[in-house]
C-alpha cells in the first residue's frame, strides 16, 4: 500500500477519553484527521475532543459502552454520517483488575466481565463498521488493542490475558480472510506493554457502575517469581499514538509499545516443538 495519508481521513477510537486512546486520538488529530472520541466517560470524550479541537483540528466526542452491539452500532453509524467514511477503526476500550488474583480467587463473574468489555467490544466493533469500511475504496485499517501478556506469563491476570488472547485470534484470522478476499484492510493488533494509565482506577469505578458484583473481598495474588522483564517496565502513553500510526502507515500486523520478550517466546516455541511427540 501507499504511504497512508491521515489528512482528512474518518477515524474512530474507542476507549480514547485516556491513556492509550488519548494518545491515538490526540495523534490521528494531529496529523489532521478526523477524529471521533468514543468512550463510557461522555466528560472524558469530550475533554479529548476539545483538546484536539483546539490545536486546530477536527474532532467530536460520542459515549459509547462496548459491551451493548447497539451502543456500538449508534457510534458507527455517527462516523458515517459524519465523516462519509471510516478509514480507520481502533478498537481500543478495555479493561483490567485490582488487585490481581489467582483463578481460584477469581469468580466466574470476573470472567465474564472483562471478555464482555475486552473481547465482545472489539467483536461489537468489528460487526458494527467492517461491512460499510469493505465497501470503501482506498486503503481501510482496524487497530485492536491486546496486550503483551498474550506473548508472556502474567500470574494473576488470567481474565484479562484470556480476553486478550481472544482479541489475537479473532484478528489474526480476520486479517487472513481479508487477505484471501483481496481486500485492501489491513488489521493491526496493539500490544501494549505496562503503560502508565488510569486503567487500572477506571476499571473499578466503571465495574460498580455496571454491575452489583462484589468487588470488596478480593484476595491479591503473592507473586513468587521474578517477572522483572523488559515490557514490564513502566512507560508513559505519550507515544503509543505515533507508534499505532507507523504501524498503520507500514501495514504492519503488529504493533509492540516495548521490547518484544524474546526469551519467553523461544522458550513457548520450543515447548510448542516437544508437545508433538509423534504418535
Known sequence: MADFDFTGAGTVITGAGSGIGRSIALE???????????????????????????????????????????????????????????????????????????????????????TEVNYFGVVHGVFAFLSRMREQDGHKHMVNTSSLATLSTSPGHAPYTASKHAVDGLSDVLREELVDHGDDFGITVLHPGLITTNIGETSTAVRRQQTDDDLTAAIAYQQVRDFD????????????????????????????????????????KNLWIRGYRGL
Not at 89 to 101: D, E, I, Q, Y
Not at 237 to 266: S, W
Open 28 to 114: 490521528f488529530g494531529r496529523l489532521g484527521a478526523q477524529v471521533l472520541v468514543a468512550d463510557i466517560n461522555g466528560e472524558a470524550a469530550a475533554s479529548v475532543a476539545e483538546e484536539i479541537v483546539a490545536t486546530g483540528g477536527t474532532a467530536r466526542a460520542q459515549v459509547v459502552d462496548v459491551t451493548e452491539y447497539e451502543s456500538v452500532e449508534a457510534l458507527a453509524d455517527t462516523a458515517f454520517s459524519e465523516f462519509g467514511r471510516v478509514d480507520v477503526l481502533c478498537n481500543n476500550a478495555g479493561v483490567t483488575w485490582r488487585p490481581f488474583r489467582a483463578v481460584w480467587n477469581a469468580s466466574v463473574a470476573d470472567f465474564r466481565w472483562m
Open 229 to 268: 522483564f523488559p515490557h514490564n517496565q513502566p512507560k508513559g502513553p505519550e507515544n503509543v499514538g505515533k507508534q499505532v500510526v507507523e504501524a498503520i502507515r507500514h501495514n504492519d500486523p503488529y504493533c509492540i509499545t516495548h521490547p518484544a520478550p524474546a526469551d519467553q517466546l523461544e522458550e513457548r
